[in-house]
Protein backbone atom coordinates (compact mmCIF):
# COMPACT_ATOMS: atom_id res chain seq x y z
CA UNK A 1 0.00 0.00 0.00
CA UNK A 2 1.40 3.52 -0.80
CA UNK A 3 1.92 5.89 1.89
CA UNK A 4 -0.42 8.25 0.70
CA UNK A 5 -3.44 5.28 0.87
CA UNK A 6 -2.03 4.45 4.39
CA UNK A 7 -2.74 7.74 5.71
CA UNK A 8 -5.76 7.60 4.21
CA UNK A 9 -7.00 4.66 5.78
CA UNK A 10 -5.75 5.75 8.95
CA UNK A 11 -7.90 8.81 8.82
CA UNK A 12 -10.95 6.38 7.38
CA UNK A 13 -10.49 4.32 10.36
CA UNK A 14 -9.62 7.10 12.74
CA UNK A 15 -13.51 8.69 12.28
CA UNK A 16 -14.93 5.24 12.23
CA UNK A 17 -13.38 4.44 15.42
CA UNK A 18 -13.83 7.88 17.38
CA UNK A 19 -16.05 6.37 19.53
CA UNK A 20 -13.91 3.33 20.53
CA UNK A 21 -10.45 5.13 20.60
CA UNK A 22 -10.48 8.23 22.71
CA UNK A 23 -6.41 8.72 22.05
CA UNK A 24 -5.27 8.95 18.59
CA UNK A 25 -1.80 7.48 19.14
CA UNK A 26 -3.55 4.05 20.32
CA UNK A 27 -5.69 4.03 17.30
CA UNK A 28 -2.54 5.39 15.18
CA UNK A 29 -0.59 1.77 16.52
CA UNK A 30 -3.66 -0.43 16.23
CA UNK A 31 -4.10 0.92 12.25
CA UNK A 32 -0.18 0.27 11.78
CA UNK A 33 -0.56 -3.21 13.86
CA UNK A 34 -3.27 -4.31 10.84
CA UNK A 35 -1.46 -2.26 7.92
CA UNK A 36 2.26 -1.85 8.14
CA UNK A 37 3.74 -4.69 6.00
CA UNK A 38 7.34 -4.91 7.41
CA UNK A 39 7.74 -9.01 6.47
CA UNK A 40 10.61 -7.83 4.31
CA UNK A 41 11.80 -4.49 2.73
CA UNK A 42 14.24 -3.49 -0.07
CA UNK A 43 16.46 -0.84 -0.47
CA UNK A 44 15.33 0.50 -3.82
CA UNK A 45 11.19 -0.18 -3.28
CA UNK A 46 11.19 0.49 0.65
CA UNK A 47 14.06 2.29 1.76
CA UNK A 48 14.58 5.07 -0.39
CA UNK A 49 11.53 6.54 -0.62
CA UNK A 50 11.66 7.23 2.95
CA UNK A 51 14.75 8.87 2.50
CA UNK A 52 13.91 10.97 0.00
CA UNK A 53 10.74 12.17 1.82
CA UNK A 54 12.43 12.47 5.12
CA UNK A 55 16.15 13.19 5.01
CA UNK A 56 17.73 14.34 1.16
CA UNK A 57 16.57 17.75 1.69
CA UNK A 58 19.68 17.74 3.93
CA UNK A 59 21.97 14.63 2.92
CA UNK A 60 21.80 14.01 -0.73
CA UNK A 61 24.62 14.69 -3.99
CA UNK A 62 25.19 18.77 -3.52
CA UNK A 63 24.04 19.13 0.04
CA UNK A 64 25.54 17.28 3.15
CA UNK A 65 24.89 18.39 6.33
CA UNK A 66 27.38 17.28 9.08
CA UNK A 67 29.00 15.51 6.40
CA UNK A 68 26.25 12.93 5.49
CA UNK A 69 25.13 11.84 2.37
CA UNK A 70 22.30 9.13 1.81
CA UNK A 71 21.78 9.49 -1.76
CA UNK A 72 23.62 6.08 -3.54
CA UNK A 73 23.56 2.83 -2.09
CA UNK A 74 27.64 2.79 -0.72
CA UNK A 75 26.57 6.05 1.28
CA UNK A 76 23.72 4.74 2.36
CA UNK A 77 25.36 1.35 3.56
CA UNK A 78 27.77 2.98 5.45
CA UNK A 79 25.30 4.72 8.24
CA UNK A 80 23.10 1.62 8.28
CA UNK A 81 26.13 -0.40 9.54
CA UNK A 82 27.75 1.79 11.91
CA UNK A 83 24.50 1.98 13.66
CA UNK A 84 23.72 5.77 12.59
CA UNK A 85 21.02 5.40 10.32
CA UNK A 86 18.70 4.19 12.73
CA UNK A 87 19.90 5.24 15.83
CA UNK A 88 19.51 8.78 14.33
CA UNK A 89 15.72 7.75 13.14
CA UNK A 90 14.55 5.58 16.04
CA UNK A 91 16.14 8.22 18.29
CA UNK A 92 18.21 6.23 20.32
CA UNK A 93 20.42 7.73 22.75
CA UNK A 94 23.92 8.68 21.85
CA UNK A 95 22.60 9.95 18.07
CA UNK A 96 21.40 12.90 16.94
CA UNK A 97 18.03 13.23 16.71
CA UNK A 98 16.80 13.13 12.77
CA UNK A 99 15.07 14.34 11.15
CA UNK A 100 16.15 17.62 12.92
CA UNK A 101 13.33 18.75 13.37
CA UNK A 102 12.81 15.83 16.44
CA UNK A 103 9.72 15.15 15.14
CA UNK A 104 9.99 11.04 14.89
CA UNK A 105 9.26 9.61 11.06
CA UNK A 106 6.18 7.36 11.30
CA UNK A 107 6.94 4.29 13.03
CA UNK A 108 6.13 2.24 9.90
CA UNK A 109 9.08 3.84 8.04
CA UNK A 110 11.11 3.51 10.59
CA UNK A 111 10.39 -0.54 10.94
CA UNK A 112 10.50 -0.96 7.47
CA UNK A 113 14.18 0.87 8.02
CA UNK A 114 15.20 -1.85 10.84
CA UNK A 115 13.96 -4.65 8.80
CA UNK A 116 16.05 -3.73 5.79
CA UNK A 117 18.60 -2.84 8.23
CA UNK A 118 18.34 -6.60 9.91
CA UNK A 119 18.25 -8.28 6.35
CA UNK A 120 21.65 -7.50 5.82
CA UNK A 121 20.86 -3.61 4.06
CA UNK A 122 21.31 -5.13 0.86
CA UNK A 123 21.54 -3.18 -2.43
CA UNK A 124 17.93 -5.00 -3.83
C1 LIG B 1 16.93 19.76 8.23
C2 LIG B 1 18.12 19.04 7.88
C3 LIG B 1 18.21 17.57 8.20
C4 LIG B 1 17.31 16.57 7.92
C5 LIG B 1 15.94 16.68 7.27
C6 LIG B 1 17.94 15.34 8.33
N1 LIG B 1 19.17 15.59 8.84
FE1 LIG B 1 20.53 14.22 9.48
N2 LIG B 1 21.81 15.69 10.02
C7 LIG B 1 21.56 17.03 9.89
C8 LIG B 1 22.63 17.77 10.57
C9 LIG B 1 22.72 19.28 10.69
C10 LIG B 1 23.52 16.79 11.08
C11 LIG B 1 24.76 17.04 11.95
C12 LIG B 1 24.23 17.02 13.36
C13 LIG B 1 25.23 16.75 14.41
O1 LIG B 1 26.33 16.32 14.12
O2 LIG B 1 24.84 16.97 15.59
C14 LIG B 1 22.99 15.51 10.70
C15 LIG B 1 23.61 14.32 11.01
C16 LIG B 1 23.14 13.07 10.61
C17 LIG B 1 23.86 11.81 10.79
C18 LIG B 1 25.23 11.63 11.43
C19 LIG B 1 24.99 11.26 12.88
C20 LIG B 1 26.23 11.09 13.67
O3 LIG B 1 26.28 10.15 14.47
O4 LIG B 1 27.15 11.91 13.51
C21 LIG B 1 23.05 10.83 10.28
C22 LIG B 1 23.35 9.34 10.23
C23 LIG B 1 21.84 11.47 9.81
N3 LIG B 1 21.93 12.84 10.00
C24 LIG B 1 20.78 10.79 9.28
C25 LIG B 1 19.58 11.40 8.91
C26 LIG B 1 18.42 10.66 8.49
C27 LIG B 1 18.35 9.14 8.42
C28 LIG B 1 17.45 11.58 8.19
C29 LIG B 1 16.05 11.32 7.74
C30 LIG B 1 15.27 10.42 8.57
C31 LIG B 1 18.01 12.89 8.43
N4 LIG B 1 19.30 12.74 8.87
C32 LIG B 1 17.35 14.09 8.21
C33 LIG B 1 20.50 17.61 9.25
C34 LIG B 1 19.37 16.94 8.80
Known sequence: MSIKNFFLLGTLMLSLNACYYDNQEDLF???QAVECNTVTANYTADLVPILVQH????????????NVNLEGYNNVKTYADDGSLL???????????????????PACEIEVMRVWINEGALNN
Open 29 to 31: QYV
Open 55 to 66: CFRCHRNGRTDG
Open 87 to 105: GTTDHQAGFPIMPTSGIKI
